[in-house]
């Protein structure tokens, strides 16, 4: 514990001026606005080369999930700027949702490249409350890496469940907590608070394979895997999808 909050202690300090800017209320609103999707966009494009093989297999059964008419409608929770559309089989309806409006210029340039499928509707709200979206109106519902920043998962979660009709999938791809025994869990623990405060509320040590076999899913296809990039405490990761 003691190395834990002495090393938390020096990476604090490296960045100090951040966490005084936090203090009195300025970094939260650059952080969203500025400072992550600057981030982010840049981090995405070696992750996203990285998980493509994974994130094909993943979505390979999307068209399994069409509903009798032919459709697949699915709901994106924290679509960013779209890193997903590319994996959506052609004509899948697509409404996004978003917190953060900062991901717009990116993401237009991700509907222009993917116009196999159609873009029903974006919506600013957060996962937890999605009242615009009717129960049971969505095929798919699709989440990665979101729920490492969220406050309570199972309200997420219960949302989705809500807005898929039965039968439907619910896709994931999250960077999870690694083995308590492990050094990857020491070094989690080490960045945790400056990492949160960095990159937009993102928290390392999340279990959240517990938060989808809690959620009340009638399937729960999980595996525990690694997206290759090594250097990050962002890892171990579970995939997977899970029906209602
Ligand atoms: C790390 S990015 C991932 C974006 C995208 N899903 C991807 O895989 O590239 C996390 C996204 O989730 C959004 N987000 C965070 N908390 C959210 C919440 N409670 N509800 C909906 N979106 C949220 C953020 O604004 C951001 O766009």
Redesign the pocket.
């Known amino acids: 514990r003691k190395p834990i909050l002495l090393l938390r202690a020096g990476i604090a300090l490296l960045v100090l001026p951040i966490h005084i800017l936090a203090l009195v209320g300025l970094w939260q609103p650059f952080c969203r606005r500025v400072f992550f999707p600057f981030f982010?966009n840049r981090f995405?494009a070696s992750y996203e080369r990285k998980a493509k093989g994974q994130k094909q297999e993943l979505f390979r059964n999307l068209p399994d999930f069409r509903s009798g008419s032919g459709d697949l409608k699915l709901l994106e929770?924290?679509?960013?700027f779209g890193?997903?559309f590319q994996f959506y089989p052609p004509g899948c309806k697509v409404t996004c949702?978003?917190?953060?409006p900062s991901?717009q210029q990116n993401l237009l340039r991700s509907m222009a490249k993917n116009q196999h499928i159609s873009y029903e509707r974006f919506l600013l709200a957060?996962?937890?409350d999605l009242h615009q979206v009717p129960s049971g109106s969505m095929d798919a519902v699709v989440c990665?890496?979101?729920l490492c920043?969220?406050h309570k998962q199972s309200s997420?979660l219960k949302e989705a469940l809500r807005v898929l009709r039965p039968g439907g999938a619910f896709y994931f791809l999250e960077h999870v907590a690694a083995e308590r025994s492990s050094w990857k869990h020491f070094w989690q623990q080490v960045w945790y608070p400056t990492w949160k405060l960095l990159f937009?509320g993102c928290c390392l040590t999340k279990e959240t394979w517990k938060a989808l076999e809690e959620a009340n899913f009638s399937e729960l296809h999980l595996q525990h895997t690694t997206v290759a990039l090594p250097w990050t405490p962002t890892q171990p990761h579970i995939i997977g999808y899970a029906v209602k």
């Open positions: 982010f995405s929770i924290g679509t960013g890193a997903n949702t978003d917190v953060n991901f957060p996962g937890e990665t890496l979101v920043s969220v997420i937009d």
